[in-house]
């Protein structure tokens, strides 16, 4: 399992204030959302081995950007219900497997100062830690 699907399994899991939609490389409508949703973006940072041998563990560091957007004129309450929830629910989250761990929640930091006008979006950040088995070998 991805870090980016294990967010989203984790969001429709719980009980999320607000939508997660697919955002990543479609063309999004913003006439048809409602007044406040989500969309997430993976962004891996650093991938390297942690053990040695012919099959070591890999650990990769990355980030969840999650984009919170709400409809101009139609207040914060469900952002700011968004913003709690994913605090409450992804701060410290791990598979059972721990394979994916989310270590912590960052935000909300101001992703759109100079917006449209018609939405207002802020971000938060969820680091996440991937550890997986590596079953090909590289090749020099």
Known sequence: MTPLDAFVSRWNAVAMPIPLFAVVNIRVDLDGKPDAWAGALDQGDTQGDVTMGTNPWTE??????????????????????????????????????????????????????????????????VPYVAQARRVEPLVP
Not at 73 to 96: P, S, V
Not at 97 to 110: L, Q, S, W
């Open 60 to 125: 990769l560091h990355g980030q969840i950007f999650v984009a919170l957007i709400g409809k101009s004129g139609t207040g914060d309450a469900l952002l700011a219900a968004a913003i709690e929830a994913m605090r409450e629910h992804f701060q410290g989250y791990r598979l059972a497997d721990d394979a994916v761990r989310f270590p912590t929640v960052i935000g909300p930091e101001d992703a759109a100062p100079n917006g449209d006008g018609m939405w207002w979006q802020v971000t938060m950040r």
